[in-house]
């Protein structure tokens, strides 16, 4: 299935079919609460957390606004180091990319580690189609991918599966992929593991070419950086003869100091750890160590005209924490999948949004995805104010649409939808510069307010469908006024 999962329905209707089902609200209630204790306390024990929190706001934001210098200075330096640099407009030119790179190798296998971008633009399913598997050995991918099924969390792509579930997966799908699940395995975590180990041990030895994405960029020296708490990216970022990397350019970070900061805060705001059981780092390729060919392909895909907006392009600061995801009360309800998207919750209906545009119903209603109550702007490592956004986009959906690039700036692309919205605000801004108008019409509704419906018709039933309707007063506040003298004859 594509990464991209345009198709689906939009979010309310996702939504309203994911609450029905107790198992995966049960699934996501235990995961996110448990995650969101631990997160509390590793940052707890960090006195200078919100200074953490300041300084990698602002070196995103630094390199955001200069992105184009450190872009070159990180190519320069990838080149330097014996590497080779591809540039991807979009997901297409990627995906050719790494296909042309996999074929000139002569493989058909590739194992990769767990790498948000490359299912933004469906490698796998790209790579399937010029007859090239790829193996994902992260493994919560491993859960997904053996389960046919879809990612629906940032950081554990299979938290909507319990232990019962993921044993099933594995007894009835691993012989299909490799080495079959163990005979009588349980659903007891470290059987589970191991089976998850042994079937991935004869891929890793075996594999000639690995993919992957990056964590972070180093502009000064060309670095590559991939955190992970299982191994399985250092198997794959050491053992293969060719190493691709396909990475978001906003991912770059200076230098080795501005690592420094995310190193401290990705950590415990995703697994609530100190810092990573893993982290790799890799510079270009060296004799007799490690892959003998790299590539880095810096992707686009939309992130230059987020660029462009001022407010949307804070989006880009994101670390892929998962933070925002373990305390949205909506995430935690509806699921990963009722996005549509491989980026889910706050930061999904932000950024997807923005980097595919709102021309679809799905990503139309991304936006409305949120109750405003502000908790993932709290935990966010790199303060992204995702409420502020989400009412940006909002306005965007209802007033414009999408943005696209005219000549040398960002305009509106009329938008498809929600015309009884536009329709009513009109109609409130006439009859606000109006006031005889104004005064005519509350009294009206005021004297027929006894025939008034309980819920609103047409498109305004969803609204009204899970709200009360505020009542209409028996007087209009006007003549409230003029008939008390501004309140002084009730004193009277």
């Not at 470290?190 to 992957?212: N, Y």
């Not at 890799?282 to 003998?292: A, M, Q, S, V």
Request: charged residues 25%; neutral net charge.
């Amino acid at each position: 299935m594509s990464g991209t999962y345009l198709g689906m329905p939009a979010f309310p209707k996702a939504a309203h079919e994911a609450v029905n089902n107790p198992t995966l609200r049960g699934n996501l209630r235990h995961a996110t609460h448990t995650i969101r204790a631990k997160r509390a306390r590793a940052v707890a024990e960090v006195s200078d957390w919100a200074e953490l929190r300041e300084a990698g706001k602002r070196i995103k934001d630094h390199t955001l606004r200069h992105l184009d210098r450190y872009l070159v200075q990180l190519e320069e330096s990838v080149t330097a180091a014996g590497g080779t640099v591809h540039w991807a407009a979009d997901a297409d030119e990627a995906n050719r990319i790494v296909a042309d790179l996999v074929r000139a190798t002569g493989e058909t296998e590739v194992v990769k580690v767990k790498s948000m971008a490359t299912q933004e633009i469906g490698l796998n399913e790209a790579l399937e189609a010029e007859g090239i598997r790829a193996y994902e050995t992260d493994l919560a991918e491993l859960i997904v991918q053996l389960g046919k099924d879809r990612p629906s969390h940032i950081l554990v792509p299979a938290i909507h599966r319990n232990r019962g579930e993921i044993r099933d997966i594995f007894r009835s799908e691993m012989g299909e992929w490799g080495r079959p699940a163990p005979e009588g395995l349980s659903d007891t975590p470290a059987e589970l593991a191991e089976a998850a180990r042994l079937h991935l041990r004869e891929k890793f030895l075996r594999a000639k070419v690995g993919v992957s994405g990056a964590n972070f960029m180093v502009a000064e020296t060309g670095t590559m950086v991939v955190v992970e708490s299982e191994g399985n990216g250092r198997m794959c970022l050491t053992l293969p003869e060719t190493l691709i990397s396909v990475v978001g350019i906003e991912k770059i970070v200076p230098t080795w100091q501005d690592l420094e900061v995310f190193l401290q805060t990705l950590p415990r705001s995703s697994t609530a750890e100190r810092m990573n059981p893993y982290t790799s780092t890799w510079t270009g390729t060296t004799d007799g160590d490690g892959p003998e060919t790299f590539h880095l392909v810096l992707l686009d895909n939309g992130r230059t005209d987020t660029l462009a907006d001022e407010v949307g392009r804070q989006a880009l600061r994101c670390i892929r924490c998962s933070a925002c995801l373990n305390v949205c009360p909506v995430y935690e309800r509806a699921g990963g999948h009722a996005y549509g998207s491989v980026y889910p919750g706050p930061i999904g209906a932000i950024l997807s949004p923005q980097l595919r545009g709102t021309a679809s119903e799905i990503d139309a209603s991304l936006p409305y995805a949120s109750s405003l109550c502000g908790a993932c702007y709290e935990v966010c490592p790199v303060a992204i104010d995702i409420p502020e956004v989400l009412v940006h986009l909002r306005e965007r959906v209802v007033e414009g649409g999408e943005a696209v690039r005219g000549g040398n700036k960002v305009v509106l692309k009329p938008a498809k939808g929600h015309a009884a919205e536009r329709a009513a605000m009109r109609a409130a801004r006439w009859a606000f510069s109006h006031p005889a108008a104004l005064r005519t019409g509350q009294r009206l509704a005021s004297r027929s307010r006894r025939l008034h419906p309980r819920t609103l018709p047409g498109p305004g039933r969803a609204w009204s469908g899970t709200r009360d309707l505020p009542a209409v007063p028996a007087e209009p506040f006007r003549d409230w006024w003029q008939r008390t003298d501004g309140g002084k004859g009730d004193a009277k």
